[in-house]
């Protein structure tokens, strides 16, 4: 039965083809003349700008640059759009596919697509974010904070920046399109707010090379986790049982070198600058001030503070879980060999009692029978 047009029901089951209906109207302006401006806003990347950088030695050339800015808004809700296509073409062509022949509940049915989602988006943000760490030559340290305000980024820096905000962004609206019931929400919204927090504010306060390093680091323990949450769902439990284990320690791994690059780039980076180019100056971008940097540092080392006390929480829980497992199993095993040593002495008895009969006389061995 098709639900009513424009009902609840109607717009959940056809909301990627009427968000790509809306996303391919702006594609779509860009080729006439009089909707090209418009559309272009929301399409295109903005704000660019092109700077003098020697090239070789000697050798000077202008290349183009983007920077930050207000135009930015409309290409996140454009991306935004997009995001909503993409997980739905995910969900449909691959992990409902896999979902079929898994024959999962409930519980583990939305979990698994939950990882599958994020597994997928965390894969393209590692592969995109490595090669913008090589090229922005940021496996040198000290590049992550020299030259700040780095107010020029490269057309994929600012499109990677882009395409992270719209994405945490999109997870409110797929809250409604996937009916997630009201005591599932508060993880799912708590978690796209912190990563929306952080991305953003490092995005307005130029710290744009430290952000990126920080999150290809968080995405690679976080994608080890969703790998080994499939795999535990696919009863592939002997090979997810090990690489949780590599998880937990590139986790602990993470939390740890997120906050030595945070100490290094806010501490002592950033206040190697001459004092009087420590202010506030939205003209250029600059930011690193000393409040700014302290209050960026303990943010930091909070939300990894915090991460971590959830992290040993769960690792306990989890002990207790298997103690008792553990215990109920040991006792069946004690259990299942009382019933087999029960078994075979009955065994002894009857072959003896049946020796005793056959040692009988005959006769008394015809009462015996008549008397059974």
């Known amino acids: 039965k098709n639900p009513p047009f424009f009902s609840h029901e109607f717009v959940i089951q056809n ?9 391919m109207v702006f594609v779509v302006g860009l080729m006439f003349q009089v909707s090209s401006p418009l559309a272009s806003v929301f399409v295109v ?9 020697e090239t070789m030695p000697g050798v000077f050339q202008d290349i183009p640059f983007y920077t930050a800015g207000l135009k930015d808004i409309p290409a996140v809700f454009f991306y935004l759009l997009i995001s909503v296509v993409m997980h739905a073409i995910i969900q449909e062509y691959l992990l409902d596919k896999v979902n079929k022949k898994l024959h999962l509940s409930k519980v583990k049915y939305n979990k698994f697509n939950e990882s599958g989602q994020l597994l ?15 090229r922005e030559n940021l496996l040198n340290v000290a590049s992550i904070w020299e030259g700040y305000p780095h107010n020029n980024m490269t057309f994929l820096l600012k499109f990677f920046f882009i395409i992270q905000i719209s994405y ?11 009916k ?6 508060p993880p799912k919204i708590q978690y796209a707010v912190l990563y929306l927090g952080f991305i953003v504010a490092s995005y307005v306060f130029r710290f744009t090379r430290l952000a990126l390093v920080l999150m290809v680091i968080h995405y690679a323990s976080e994608a080890m986790f969703h790998i080994c949450r499939i795999l535990a769902y696919s009863e592939k439990t002997s090979i997810s049982n090990k690489l949780f284990k590599l998880g937990d320690l590139m986790f602990v ?13 806010f501490w002592f980076g950033l206040s190697k600058v001459p004092a009087e180019q420590q202010e506030i100056n939205f003209s250029t971008g600059n930011f690193n001030t000393g409040l700014i940097r302290l209050n960026c540092l303990v943010a930091v080392c909070l939300l990894q503070a915090w991460l971590m006390w959830n992290f040993i929480v ?13 215990q109920s199993g040991s006792a069946s095993g004690v259990k299942t060999r009382k019933t087999e040593q029960e078994k075979a002495k009955a065994r002894k008895l009857r072959r003896e009692q049946e020796d005793r009969d056959e040692d009988l006389p005959e006769v008394d061995q015809d009462a015996k029978k008549k008397s059974k």
């Not at 909301?15 to 996303?23: F, G, L, N, P, S």
């Not at 997928?120 to 090589?134: C, E, K, P, Q, T």
């Not at 997630?180 to 929400?185: R, S, Y």
């Not at 769960?314 to 553990?326: A, H």
């Open 180 to 185: 997630t019931k009201k005591e599932d929400m």
């Open 314 to 326: 769960c690792q306990f829980k989890r002990l207790r879980e298997t103690k008792p497992s553990q």
């Open 253 to 265: 791994l993470a939390r740890l070198s997120s906050v030595i690059l945070s100490v290094l780039t």
């Open 15 to 23: 909301h990627a083809d009427i968000v790509a209906c809306v996303a």
């Open 168 to 178: 945490w962004l999109h997870i409110f609206p797929e809250l409604y399109f996937q």
């Open 45 to 53: 990347m903005h704000h660019n700008t092109t700077a003098n950088v």
């Open 120 to 134: 997928a988006f965390y894969l393209v943000s590692l592969v995109w974010g490595g090669d913008l760490i090589m």
